[in-house]
C-alpha cells in the first residue's frame, strides 16, 4: 500500500520557518506529481504548492508567493515544503498528495490518488 507520512509541524511564531516533509512508504511507486494542501476547520481545503516528480516542474498560486518553495527527493522517496516567514494566516493541517498519473490539473485535489494525514502547523503572533 502507499503510505504518506507527514512531519515536521509545529507552534512557532510569526517570522519563523519550517520544513514539512513528506514520505512516501512505497518505494515502487513513482508518483507523476506530488502537492501540498492545507485546511482550516470549517474551511475547504486549498492547494499550496505542487510538482511534477520527474521533468521537474513547480506550481503554485499568488497564496504564499515568495514564502514557500517545494522540493523533493527522489531517491529517499520524500517531498518536502520549506515555510519562511510565517504568518498566523498559514495556521492550518498540512497534507501531502500524491498522483498516481496525469489527466487533471495538478493543482487541485482532483489529480491525486493518495493522501497524508497531515500536520499541524501554528503560527502564533
Known amino acids: 500500500q502507499v503510505l504518506l507520512v507527514e512531519s515536521g509541524g509545529g507552534l512557532v511564531q510569526t517570522g519563523a520557518s519550517l520544513r514539512l516533509s513528506c514520505a512516501l512508504s512505497e518505494h515502487t511507486f513513482t508518483p507523476y506529481a506530488m502537492a501540498w494542501f492545507r485546511q482550516v476547520p470549517g474551511k475547504e481545503r486549498e492547494f499550496v504548492m505542487s510538482?511534477?516528480?520527474?521533468?521537474?516542474?513547480?506550481f503554485s498560486t499568488s497564496l504564499v508567493s515568495g514564502r514557500f518553495s517545494i522540493s523533493r527527493d527522489k531517491a529517499k522517496n520524500t517531498l518536502y515544503l520549506q515555510m519562511n516567514d510565517l504568518k498566523p494566516e498559514d495556521t492550518a493541517v498540512y497534507s501531502c498528495?500524491?498522483?498516481?498519473?496525469?489527466?487533471?490539473?495538478?493543482?487541485?485535489?482532483?489529480?491525486?490518488?493518495?493522501w497524508g494525514q497531515g500536520t499541524q502547523v501554528t503560527v502564533s503572533s
Open positions: 498528495a500524491a498522483a498516481s498519473r496525469p489527466g487533471e490539473n495538478v493543482m487541485t485535489a482532483l489529480a491525486y490518488d493518495y
Open positions: 510538482m511534477l516528480w520527474t521533468g521537474y516542474s513547480t
